[in-house]
């Protein structure tokens, strides 16, 4: 009978080691592999601050954390290899929309659940990801064009910065600012391109937008706050006045956007919201306890022009 007890006892530890990859020990923790897009603006930093101290205040979650320097092939190199690892849960935020199919099938297929966070996929088999955390960026352009509309800014000429080609918030900041100028047809596009999310790219095409068409633009659209301090760069380098000569509104709502904004440089941000870490960890702790999640949760966030930058920065956390 004690040797029938001690087998027993050995054969549900030894399954209790053993998670879903099969390498890994059990120490009761839920261990949560994070494939970050990388570190391209000052959103992105505070995304993985709310990360990483969200989870290092959460004794029973381990979290494996891996940057993927703006590269999709090392973000599908990372969840290869928390697969291997046996995780339990994948989470990540998709530099761009295509091209992830064939990973997400092995995680489905190795029974690992995977929670897209802050940006969106494009497949066909939606089973193919648990629930998507984050804004939505067709409104946060819905709210930009809007903006101006509501300045009485509805007869002018526009350039556009996008984001990464191809990454959700670009795609979708696009499309809700166009819908607002479909609207009102004296708001026109006259340049678009993409400064790819970073400082450095939007103040290079600031400058190329201004060397083609100089006093003609009326309005920057920036799809972040980072392309629009770089391009404020450009504006003053060319020797107009950002915020007045160039009015500007951009997306995030990140601290250096208030400072601008107090500057009279910046005239108008739209918030997106980069604290997922809570609801991140809650969603991978909801699913260890077999709970259903949504499979849509979205970030509550406002809008905020220059008059009230004095009054709000002190409250901002990131
Ligand atoms: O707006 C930008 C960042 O995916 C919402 O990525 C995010 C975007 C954010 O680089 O600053």
Sequence with gaps: MKKVVMLLCMAVLLVSGISAGGQQEDDGKITVGFSQIGAESAWRVANTESIQSEAAARPNIELKFADAQQK???Q?????????QGV?????????ETGFEAVLVEASEAGIPVILTDRAVDVQDESLWVTFMGSDFVEEGRRAANWLVSEGYTDVNIVELQGTVGSAPAIDRKTGFEEVMKANPGMKIIKTQSGDFTRSGGKEVMEAFL?????????LYAHNDDMAIGAIQAIEEYGLAPGKDIIIVSIDAVRGA??????GKLNCTVECSPLL???????AEALMKGEELPKRIVTNEGVFPQEVAADVIDSRLY
Excluded: C, T, Y
């Design 211 to 219: 060397k083609a068409e100089g006093d003609n633009i009326d309005v």
């Design 72 to 74: 999709q092939e090392n």
């Design 277 to 283: 870490g809570p609801q991140l960890f809650d969603a």
């Design 258 to 263: 208030f400072e601008a904004m107090i500057e």
């Design 88 to 96: 339990d849960v994948i989470a990540f935020s998709p530099v761009v």
């Design 76 to 84: 599908i190199k990372a969840i290869r290899s928390f697969i291997a």
